[in-house]
């Protein structure tokens, strides 16, 4: 039996080339990259050849990602960890009812440990209110945590206009861009994001790794503790053939990202248009056609 699969959103096939690519990493290069010698020199190369690929696809220095075990990791390590480094400067963080739950569950922990959070709801189409956003804004806000495009109807938020709120009132601006990144255009200079999370199984890379943009100056304390991986700020070995594969598939999602989502829209708006055909008038769709993932 063939299997159709139309769940992308949820998880996607490694791509060969992505295997491909890990696969020496899982065989005869299985040096510790934290060692000194000269297969743990090879493992290092490695990974430092995926941070500068994960960087490019999103705009940003090599030195600003660090490598994770997925986009929930990415979330907790992001929200908790400037929480926690800004808590003598403030106390509240603003985020929206339509989370991911690792950014809604993260947020409920903190409020376990004495921090407030606001959350802002959304419109029919799926959108924040800006203004709603802007008058939650406290002195105490230390933190804005908005997901770039939403896991359920694919509504994409707007995040530059978010962000240029957050840093008119001095607050640190984080996104859960899992969703986004290698479906649409994520540009965290242009779009002045702080922090970003994405996740290496949405854009054909294995499943258990994830990597979290964090701006250099922005200062947050480690969700994990122990070695000095990831500039003492996640420790762990590293899951050298994982952070590979999430390397080369960021490099393809960069070299084919236009025509990537000129085949997601055109296959989208053939969907569409079948169930208007054989459905009109029995059928909803949720959230706005604009401003949305081409998928």
């Known amino acids: 039996m063939n299997t159709v699969y ?23 290069n299985y040096g510790n990259a934290s060692s000194l010698y000269s297969i743990g020199r090879v493992s290092k190369h490695a990974i430092e050849t995926a941070r500068k690929q994960v960087a490019s696809l999103i705009n940003c220095n090599s030195n600003e990602i660090y490598f994770t075990s997925c986009g929930t990791e990415s979330d907790n390590t992001a929200i908790k960890g400037i929480a926690f480094a800004n808590k003598v400067k403030g106390n509240h963080i603003i985020t929206s009812k339509i989370e991911h739950p690792a950014v809604l569950e993260s947020c409920k922990f903190l409020e376990q440990q004495g921090f407030e959070v606001t959350y802002v709801g959304v419109d029919s189409g799926g959108f924040i209110n800006l203004d709603e956003l802007e008058n939650s804004i406290r002195p105490s806000t230390v933190l804005i945590s908005i997901m770039f495009a939403n896991n359920e109807i694919g509504t994409i938020q707007p995040v530059k206009d978010i962000a240029k709120i957050a840093h008119e009132h001095n607050i640190i601006f984080h996104t859960d861009a899992v969703q986004a990144v290698g479906n649409c255009l994520v540009d965290v200079q242009d779009m002045g994001i702080d922090l970003l999370s994405l996740s290496g199984h949405k854009i ?11 701006r250099n100056g922005v200062d947050f304390v480690p969700f994990m503790n122990g070695g000095h991986q990831e500039k003492s700020k996640r420790a762990g070995t590293e899951n050298v053939a994982e952070i590979v594969g999430l390397g080369k598939a960021c490099e393809i999602a960069r070299n084919n990202l236009s025509s990537h989502m000129s085949f997601l829209l055109k296959i989208r708006n053939y969907y569409l248009d079948r169930i208007d055909k054989f459905f009109s008038g029995k059928y909803r769709i949720n959230g706005a056609l604009e401003n949305r993932l081409p998928r």
């Open 6 to 28: 139309f769940d992308n959103a949820a998880t996607t096939k490694i791509r060969t080339e992505v295997l491909n690519e890990m696969l020496p990493f899982l065989g005869r």
């Open 204 to 214: 054909h890379a294995p499943k258990g790794v994830g990597a979290l943009y964090v």
